[in-house]
């Protein structure tokens, strides 16, 4: 079955740490995201990239990274820059061709 | 930059009711317009997408929406609600001929009463 991995489902960390969020697609797409989902903030865009090796700054890009090595993968680091990490994050992918977005189940970062 | 408005945070209706969800976006130039639904405990999923042609697109489940230009609007709409309709809707849009940048709304949690 094609479709996005993220994992894991929920991580803990402490304050200070970088900490990594995975995500794998086996759809083949160009194109994938990492947004932030808030209760009554929607989902909002942190990273997201074309085509390998270029990925560009969603709106709250601050205190994240992000690599695009493989057509498959598209890591998200939280980084101990980032003011208020604790958030479900979820990862998107799709082609150029305005075909719609498929999501991941998300991964709930509790950072304490 | 492109920007999505979602006015109703949340809408508690009635099964049977007629819905209404407003949309609105800012940006100048063509756009690709998108509502998506996630049911609790669910993934997000594509409702009905709006690329070029009739404004008015429909969707699955009973859902259609009308793409109108000159109100920068792309509202949601289904005449008779059922209890299974309850989930949070979340608007779309992607500015055409960009980098592929897709921008969301804050939401609409509707719940219905049964």
């Known amino acids: 079955d094609g479709g996005i991995t993220q994992s894991p489902k929920y991580l803990f960390r402490k304050e200070g740490q970088n900490v990594t969020l995975s995500c794998e697609q086996n759809?083949?797409?160009?194109?994938m995201y990492w947004y932030r989902q808030d209760p009554g903030q929607g989902l909002r865009l942190i990273y997201y990239?074309?085509?390998?090796?270029?990925?560009q700054k969603g709106d709250i890009a601050e205190g994240y990274s992000v690599s695009r090595e493989k057509k498959e993968s598209f890591p998200l680091t939280v980084t101990s820059a980032q003011k208020n990490p604790t958030a479900f994050y979820l990862c998107?992918?799709?082609?150029?061709?305005?075909?719609?977005?498929?999501f991941g189940n998300g991964t709930r970062l509790t950072v304490t | 930059a492109q920007s999505v408005s979602q006015h109703n945070h949340h809408v508690i209706l009635s099964e049977a009711a007629s819905l209404e969800l407003g949309c609105n976006y800012s940006?100048?130039?063509?756009?690709?317009l998108f509502w998506y639904v996630q049911y609790p405990g669910q993934h997000l999923q594509l409702l009905l997408k709006?690329?070029?042609?009739?404004?008015l697109v429909k969707g699955i489940k009973g859902f259609e929406a009308e793409f109108i230009k000159s109100k920068f609007s792309f509202n949601l709409r289904k005449p008779s609600v059922q209890w299974s309709d309850t989930a949070e809707y979340f608007c779309?849009?992607?500015?055409?001929?960009?980098?592929?940048?897709?921008?969301f709304g804050s939401g609409t949690r509707l719940s219905i009463r049964p």
């Open positions: 998107a992918s799709g082609d150029v061709n305005n075909s719609p977005l498929h």
């Open positions: 759809l083949n797409h160009d194109a």
């Open positions: 990239s074309q085509i390998v090796n270029d990925f």
């Open positions: 940006y100048g130039g063509t756009v690709n």
């Open positions: 709006y690329l070029s042609g009739d404004p």
């Open positions: 779309a849009v992607k500015a055409r001929g960009s980098a592929s940048k897709i921008i």
